[in-house]
């Protein structure tokens, strides 16, 4: 999708940067038109089928925010799963009618998730200062610590949240159909696609991309640092908060293992890795078929539990040693070799 | 462990005022712990704190020699526990139809030996097979790079063991079948101290290991300059596969010395990873004499935090502090002296 395009003239030209300046190539545009009609299609229209379609679409958002953070000023953000618990813990209790947990405020899941979205952006924005003075391993290792103490937390504030048990938050629709969640997961996708496309696409891009190479060199070029890592954070974790608000609230059901234990990061951090450092789309272009193949593996072989993971895991590791560039690298590589295979036919 | 820093870790502590305060404040908690709920309490912290050193000393070592922030130490604990569970329970399985008392007296040394050969295997193999060719290929961002690599290898040995073991606990209740010592009045398990003074021996042992043998000495010379080492002569694709197996089978032999606290199971390895995460982000990354010291320190905290606000707060209140910590002083309170860690 980073393709360089020949300026020309036309309709077709002046789309096709329309949607580059959104971050969309027209590959990606029509990948997009796919995975928007698959749910009506058969043998795709099937409930669990598209169950796994809003796993691809929640992951996939989840690659693009964490890859925002790991892949441009290069802080892998380990409590990432936890500030996405968060988010989906505050939507949840501010949505919680039932007397059994100490407040019941009642509000209206549509509402709560943006609300929880703005305190896991907050708490970003904490996670941002803390990890300020710190590089590489340290950052991570901070960010990891913050995230399981915001886990035991959640387990331990059992009035709020029932802790291990787990609460049974308001879903966000009346119906036990999928599809509305679908779209819905779908849309939430593309506006953090396309948001953090136009960030990283303004001069802020450069200056996260100048701060993750060499953070001296980007200070003495004049970039502030503090302020570029602290909004960087807080981007990256409100849209966190935001997604995990939408898993609350679909699934109906929330446990702080389920949802902000350090393997969920590993899990996201994958996707994103296998799909590209730094990319953005790669991560989310992995995420579906990836679910799928997951899924696929998970639901035939039952008597063989953990192998989609391992698989996971493996695939992870070799991508890091082998091929540390990812899908969106090998993309790059491919268009390059069309390019200039097609420069020398002229 | 370099020679420029080879001052006595008593100048060090005092010179230090983060280590003054830190030390100060554990010995003060250790003692306000020890008043409020009998010795008992202390002498669980320096049981606890012995295994949380020895875990430290692994991952010390690992970062100080290899430069890997090493995430999949949990999961060399949990192989050395699943070898002893397999190597012990079949012995007292036999024991029980044919009592014989010098095997049971020996058997659990046998299942710790036999889990930390396993250990040095399996690092031996994770070394050449994963790290190996990273290390040839990577060209920046070695440390950050390594990190993923383990938290992959983490991932996938727990489901891994997942799918060959299955998720079952695999638990003994007890080592030896012997009364429990009594020690300032109280009542202490004979494994406990036996797990106890397994690490210290360890500890010892790779302590002169390092200081005292040739090997070893190529280990620190590699710790403090890469380049230096090898144009001494030291074959660093001996060196690192070396320290890493030596690292993987003290984690082993800790995992196997705690199986009757610590049954196996695919995920045993979580806790004593956090831990031995604590101890060595407080003593500084890769200051292995500091994670001695600091898995004392830690293991009061913990039981300190046991005591006064309860178990369920075990892993929040020492993360807290190790965030102020990291805060305050982000090399540890010992420091941190290996190159590359201020590598972005």
């Known amino acids: 999708m980073n393709a360089e395009q020949k300026p020309n003239a036309g309709t077709w030209g002046m789309i096709t940067a329309g949607l580059k300046k959104i971050g969309f190539s027209p590959v990606g545009l029509v990948l997009l038109g796919i995975v928007a009609i698959l749910p009506l299609i058969p043998p795709f229209n099937q409930e669990h089928m598209i169950r796994w379609l809003i796993m691809g679409a929640f992951l996939a958002a989840q690659a693009a925010a964490f890859d925002f953070t790991s892949g441009y000023i290069s802080v892998v953000n380990f409590g990432f799963a936890a500030v996405l618990g968060l988010g989906a813990y505050t939507s949840a209790i501010l949505a919680n009618k039932s007397p059994v947990l100490m407040v019941q405020p009642g509000i209206s899941p549509w509402i709560g998730i943006w609300i929880g979205a703005i305190l896991a952006g907050l708490v970003g924005l904490g996670l941002g200062w803390l990890t300020l003075r710190l590089r590489g391993i340290f950052a991570a290792v901070m960010a990891w610590f913050v995230g399981i103490a915001l886990m035991g937390l959640v387990r331990n504030l059992t009035d709020l949240t029932r802790g291990p048990l787990g609460m049974n938050p308001e879903t966000l629709f009346d119906t036990a159909a999928n599809l509305p969640y679908y779209y819905v997961i779908l849309a939430m996708m593309l506006v953090v696609y396309v948001a953090l496309r136009l960030v990283t696409r303004s001069n802020f891009g450069l200056a996260f991309k100048a701060i993750g190479q060499n953070i001296e060199a980007a200070r003495a070029s004049g970039i502030n640092p503090t302020k570029y890592r602290v909004i960087n954070f807080a981007l990256s974790c409100m849209f966190a908060g935001w997604l995990g608000g939408f898993y609350a609230h679909y699934f109906g059901s929330l446990t702080p293992q389920t949802l902000m234990h350090t393997s969920k990061t590993v899990e996201v951090l994958a996707l994103a890795y296998i799909g590209g450092r730094g990319s953005l789309w790669g991560g989310m272009f992995v995420a579906f078929p990836f679910v799928f193949l997951i899924e696929f593996?998970?639901?035939?072989?039952?008597?063989?539990?953990?192998?989609?993971?391992?698989?996971?895991?493996?695939?992870?590791?070799?991508?890091?040693?082998?091929?540390?560039?990812?899908?969106?690298?090998?993309?790059?590589?491919?268009?390059?070799?069309?390019k200039s295979s097609r420069s020398k036919g002229e | 462990m370099k020679e420029k820093t080879s001052r006595s870790i008593w100048e060090k502590i005092t010179d230090n005022s983060a280590a003054s305060v830190v030390i100060i404040s554990t010995v003060v908690l250790a003692l306000v712990t020890g008043l409020a709920a009998g010795p008992s309490q202390v002498i669980n912290s320096i049981v606890t704190g012995g295994m949380w050193a020895l875990l430290a000393v692994g991952l010390a070592l690992v970062f100080g020699v290899m430069n890997v922030p090493h995430f999949?130490?949990?999961?060399?604990?949990?192989?050395?526990?699943?070898?002893?569970?397999?190597?012990?329970?079949?012995?007292?399985?036999?024991?029980?139809?044919?009592?014989?008392?010098?095997?049971?007296?020996?058997?659990?040394?046998?299942?710790?030996?036999?889990?930390?050969?396993?250990?040095?295997?399996?690092?031996?193999?994770?070394?050449?097979?994963l790290f190996y060719p990273l290390r040839v290929r990577t060209k920046s961002g070695w440390v950050m790079n390594a990190f993923l690599l383990t938290v992959g290898i983490s991932f996938i040995m727990t489901n891994g063991t997942t799918l060959t073991l299955g998720p079952n606990f695999r638990g003994i209740p007890r080592y030896w079948d012997v009364e429990p010592?009594?020690?300032?009045?109280?009542?202490?398990?004979?494994?406990?101290?036996?797990?106890?003074?397994?690490?210290?021996?360890?500890?010892?042992?790779?302590?002169?290991?390092?200081?005292?043998?040739?090997?070893?000495?190529?280990?620190?010379?590699?710790?403090?300059?890469?380049?230096?080492?090898?144009?001494?002569?030291?074959?660093?694709?001996?060196?690192?596969?070396?320290?890493?197996?030596?690292?993987?089978?003290?984690?082993?032999?800790?995992?196997?010395?705690?199986?009757?606290?610590?049954?196996?199971?695919?995920?045993?390895?979580?806790?004593?990873?956090?831990?031995?995460?604590?101890?060595?982000?407080?003593?500084?990354?890769?200051?292995?004499?500091?994670?001695?010291?600091?898995?004392?320190?830690?293991?009061?905290?913990?039981?300190?935090?046991q005591q006064f606000v309860g178990i369920a707060w075990e892993d929040v209140i020492p993360t807290a502090v190790m965030i102020i910590v990291l805060l305050v002083v982000p090399s540890g309170i010992f420091g941190s002296e290996v190159k590359g860690v201020q590598e972005q």
């Open chain 1, 297 to 338: 593996l998970r639901s035939n072989l039952t008597e063989l539990p953990g192998l989609h993971l391992v698989l996971y895991g493996l695939l992870m590791v070799l991508v890091m040693i082998f091929y540390p560039n990812g899908v969106a690298g090998l993309y790059a590589w491919v268009v390059n070799k069309v």
């Open chain 2, 72 to 129: 999949a130490h949990g999961e060399s604990f949990m192989v050395g526990a699943y070898v002893a569970y397999f190597v012990f329970s079949p012995i007292h399985q036999s024991l029980q139809e044919s009592p014989n008392a010098l095997l049971a007296a020996i058997a659990p040394f046998l299942a710790m030996l036999v889990a930390g050969v396993a250990g040095l295997i399996l690092g031996v193999i994770l070394e050449r097979l």
């Open chain 2, 181 to 305: 010592l009594e020690f300032l009045g109280v009542r202490v398990a004979v494994d406990r101290v036996v797990a106890f003074f397994v690490a210290i021996a360890s500890i010892v042992a790779l302590w002169f290991f390092l200081r005292r043998t040739r090997t070893g000495r190529a280990i620190r010379a590699v710790s403090q300059d890469e380049t230096g080492a090898q144009m001494m002569g030291i074959n660093l694709n001996f060196i690192y596969p070396l320290t890493f197996a030596l690292a993987t089978a003290l984690a082993a032999i800790s995992g196997a010395s705690l199986l009757f606290m610590f049954q196996a199971y695919p995920t045993v390895g979580l806790k004593p990873l956090y831990f031995a995460w604590y101890v060595v982000m407080m003593a500084g990354l890769g200051n292995v004499v500091g994670a001695i010291v600091g898995g004392f320190i830690v293991a009061v905290l913990q039981t300190a935090t």
